[in-house]
């Protein structure tokens, strides 16, 4: 029959109901098809990540006696020993990243300037150092800096007296982990030096402005958000190290003498020295320093990446 124009046969309204049907199961398919490939490191995301995780916030507040409380977090972060690890890590974060910096950023321009072939050298030498750390890192540190390491005798020879930082002390700390740092930061930020163009420079010589004038107004404004992005990194991953800071800090953070996040919940866990619970907060502390962190860097990231568009 016909109506406004329009057939309708029968069991049209069967038919018409099961054409949008199919349509969607076939989206559906199409995007488990599109989305399959990543579900196996989804799976291993949640299992390893987010579920850990989870589970970490829930047993800093939740306990099966008390309920939801803040018990753990006040125990804590009253404790004189975790208060000084959390301080301890935020200093040395913010210690290891500017030093980073500071050396880094010349060191990238200066690099992102060479020639090809003096240019692979240097990024061979930077992933070699970027990529060496944890026990390996410390024993050769101990090798050079050492009491009695090969650096430490050479200058002994030509300075009387000559004494390099204690091992496990903050300096050493800071010095280990400058080795692998700075080459990071310089990998992290050597493409954004490419924005920088000779024909804005040349631009500016037109116009009479001098080498301070163009940094003060467009070099340096350019490059701060990726040199800041770069710093937010390194001091994330600064507070995170646990292997070279466990090997260099060891016996320091069983006489009081240094004490890290990282070392604080690896002594409760693996020793049963101190309260279990302590961990779980502390975990949940560096947690949100990392995430806090990571977040500043995505947003200076989004502002830095507005010269590419």
Do not use: H
């Not at 196996?40 to 995780?53: C, E, K, R, S």
């Amino acid at each position: 029959m016909a109506r406004d124009g329009a057939t309708v046969l029968p069991g049209g309204a069967a038919e018409a109901s099961a054409a949008p049907r199919r349509g969607f199961l076939a989206s559906v398919g199409e995007g488990l098809a599109a989305w399959l490939p990543a579900l196996p490191l989804m799976a291993l995301a949640i299992v390893f990540l987010v579920v850990p995780t989870v589970e970490l916030v829930v047993r800093s507040f939740y306990t099966p006696d008390l309920g939801w409380n803040l018990s753990f977090w006040q125990d804590t972060l009253t404790s004189n020993g975790s208060r000084k690890a959390i301080l301890t890590s935020v200093r040395l974060g913010l210690v290891c990243a500017t030093i980073a910096l500071v050396i880094g950023t010349p060191l990238a321009w200066a690099i992102s300037r060479m020639v090809t072939a003096k240019r692979s050298t240097w990024l061979a030498l930077l992933n070699v150092g970027a990529n060496f750390g944890g026990i390996g890192l410390a024993f050769g540190y101990m090798a050079a800096l050492g009491t009695y390491g090969m650096v430490t005798l050479a200058v002994q020879k030509v300075i009387s007296g000559f004494m390099p930082p204690e091992i496990g002390s903050f300096t050493s700390l800071v010095m280990a982990y400058s080795y692998t740092n700075v080459p990071l930061f310089v990998l992290l930020t050597l493409p954004a030096m490419g924005i920088i163009r000779t024909e804005w420079m040349e631009a500016a010589e037109t116009c009479a402005a001098t080498r301070w004038q163009f940094w003060r107004y467009i070099g340096a404004p350019v490059l701060a958000p990726f040199a800041l992005a770069g710093w937010l990194l390194i001091f994330t991953w600064s507070i995170g190290l646990y292997g070279l800071a466990y090997a260099l800090g060891r016996t320091a953070s069983t006489t009081g003498e240094l004490r890290l996040i990282t070392l604080q919940i690896g002594l409760t866990l693996n020793t049963g020295a101190g309260k279990e619970e302590r961990a779980y907060v502390l975990a949940v502390v560096l947690l949100l320093l990392a995430t806090v962190a990571l977040v500043a860097y995505r947003l200076m990231l989004r502002r830095a990446l507005r010269w590419f568009t």
